[in-house]
């Protein structure tokens, strides 16, 4: 496997501990549906449903892993979470977090960034 991939696994871990310990129910990791649309962590807490995407770097690393989640990255998990919601037929209010790891094989620091962005209407 990538040394990328390994670091986003133990990133993925490493958050969903971190919802757990928090008081989140994981329902789903790494749902994927039609082999393109990806979710990191569907979660509940509180009657929501919370579409959690995870981005991990290494201590020193150039780009913030805020940063990676632009806008064509946030309209790519709407329509994952769009097929997750029609999938299960959930009826519940949603938002859509982000988590931010800077991975450090000391002391990692972990960021949880409620309510990170809403889905863009389209206007016609």
Not at 82 to 107: G, H, Q
Not at 111 to 122: G, L, N, T, V, Y
Request: net charge neutral.
């Amino acid at each position: 496997m990538a040394q990328h991939n390994n670091l986003g696994h133990k990133g993925e871990d490493m958050a969903a501990e971190y919802l757990e310990q928090e008081g989140y129910c994981i329902l789903s990791r790494n749902w994927v549906n039609n082999g393109r649309k990806e979710l990191d962590i569907v979660a509940t807490k509180d009657d929501v449903i919370i579409f959690v995407e995870v981005k991990t770097r290494r201590l020193g690393s150039v780009t913030s892993p805020i940063r990676a989640v632009d806008v064509r990255k946030q309209h790519r998990i709407c329509l994952a979470a769009d097929s997750y919601l029609k999938t299960f037929r959930v009826d519940l209010p949603c938002r859509f977090d982000v988590i931010s790891i800077i991975y450090n094989d000391e002391a990692s620091k972990v960021e949880h960034i409620e309510d990170a962005f809403r889905p863009k209407q389209r206007t016609y």
